[in-house]
Nanobody, 116 residues
Framework: QVQLVESGGGLVQPGGSLRLSCAAS????????MGWYRQVPGEQRELVAR??????DYADSVKGRCTISRDNAKNTVYLQMNGLKPEDTAVYYC???????????WGQGTQVTVSS
């Protein structure tokens, strides 16, 4: 089993920045993809950014404003978010995928609120 613990969410003014962190523990050997999704009540969870073997993908809505990075030594993935907008308000979830077992794992989520 893989445990993912997110941190770094909170309330920020429009134009501000936040850095989310997600620490993985447990059966983490062989994690291929790590990423961030977000969800607004009543809507589907959507991809924000993901990283796999050095390749990164971003949602169009966050390109140029967000950067995902991964520290394999710390088993941690980060999401640096700049130029935050009210529409970025959501619960952000960390995700990890292990190809060898074809299993996906989710964190508990961290709230990000962008408001003046």
């Amino acid at each position: 089993q893989v445990q993912l613990v997110e941190s770094g969410g909170g309330l920020v003014q429009p134009g501000g920045s936040l850095r989310l962190s997600c620490a993985a523990s447990g059966s983490i050997l062989g994690i291929n993809v790590m990423g961030w999704y977000r969800q607004v009540p009543g809507e589907q969870r959507e991809l924000v950014a993901r990283t796999n073997a050095g390749r990164t993908d971003y949602a169009d809505s966050v390109k140029g404003r967000c950067t995902i990075s991964r520290d394999n030594a710390k088993n941690t993935v980060y999401l640096q978010m700049n130029g935050l907008k009210p529409e970025d308000t959501a619960v952000y979830y960390c995700y990890a995928y292990i190809r060898a077992t074809n299993t996906g794992h989710w964190g508990q989520g961290t709230q990000v609120t962008v408001s003046s």
